[in-house]
């Protein structure tokens, strides 16, 4: 079992796609050195990411297209 789960997750996030995107930038800035939001016995990244992102402590704005 998968925790937290994609479904939970997507209310998070408006699609797959983006969630790996925003999980794995998140990630790559816990690696780097930047502190976890929430305290989580895990030390992997993308365990920490997918649990900020669950609780909805990472904000990101979705991609509309419009380059302009």
Known sequence: MIKPSL???LKEVDNKYSLV????KRA???VAGKEASIDIESNNPV???TN???????EYTPYD???N
């Open 21 to 24: 995107v925003i999980t794995a």
């Open 7 to 9: 479904r939970s997750l």
């Open 47 to 49: 365990t920490i990411s």
């Open 28 to 30: 790559r800035q816990l």
């Open 52 to 58: 900020e992102i669950d609780k909805g402590l990472i």
């Open 65 to 67: 297209g419009d380059e």
